[in-house]
């Protein structure tokens, strides 16, 4: 605890130090001897800019920044990280990737000139061997504005208005919705709940893509999700982005995945059983047809043991995909 209470000393005076301390004064103040003291200061200078100035002959030490600075101020790693996810949101057309890129904009001008020059060799190594992977999927086009009218009406607790596309092309129709969601990926999804009529019994929220919105605007009726409304427990209740009646979901694993599938997250709220050299993979979902289709991707080494109908669906893609239906 010593050597603990002289670092946390030793950082409380070069930080108060207007003119900063020689080794020598560094010494004395911790009641150590020189060489300590230079052992000390090179150790946190590991975790702290330690500047120095010439003072005749003499080097004084100092740290410029408050200490506050030095635990807020970003790593090359950090800002590395935040570059490729923004890149990799725009490549794929998210509708919030100009809200990253604005952090990170915000982020590198927040860096003095010598911050800069610090993370210079580092970042450019990071940022031109590191990458977010873009999946395939649609090419859609969700603004920024209709990310910030929704983001706005969350805010505000109002429900938002705005034209409706269907999938089908059909006239575009009004809606007005209670805004409890933003779901942000390859397509972005506002989650919406009609509010209540009188005589008429609440439904479940329903997505809306973003990319089929229009005049999208702040209403002036007032609409917010109740404060125990849990988006995160909502979405879990389906394997993708689809809404059905749930199902008790059994998979079975064949030896020859069953590692694979012990580092694979299929779900949430999964369970993993052991039967026998077999693994069975329990949850509770909706969301059939995209449970079939990514089942397809184990090549066989998963099968299903219920419910009957999620058989019943992976028959029918599977015959889909050898064009007998």
Known sequence: MGKLRRALMLVHLLSESSEGLTLDEMAAELGVNRRTAERLRDTLREEFDIEERQDDRTKRFFIRESLRRVYTRPNAEEVAALQAEAQARRAEGSGHAGQLESLLAKVKSALDDRERARLAPDLDALVRLQRSRITAGPLLDATPEAIGVVQGAILAGACVEFEYTAVDGSEAKWRRVIPYGLIHGPTTYLLGKIPPREGRTD????????????????????????????????????????????????????????????????????????????????????????????LFTWGGDISIVAPEALRGVMRERVLLALGSV
């Open 203 to 294: 439904k479940e929220p329903v997505f809306f893509r973003l990319d089929r919105i229009t005049d999208p605007r702040t209403s002036n009726q007032a609409g917010c999700a109740p404060d125990d409304w849990d988006l995160d427990a909502w979405l879990a209740r389906s394997f993708g982005i689809w809404r059905e009646d749930d199902h008790d979901i059994v998979l079975r694993v064949g030896p020859s995945a069953i590692e694979r599938a012990r580092h694979w997250r299929f779900h949430p709220g999964q369970v993993l059983e052991e039967d026998g050299d077999e693994l069975l993979v329990k949850f509770r979902s909706g969301g059939l047809r995209e449970i079939a289709e990514h």
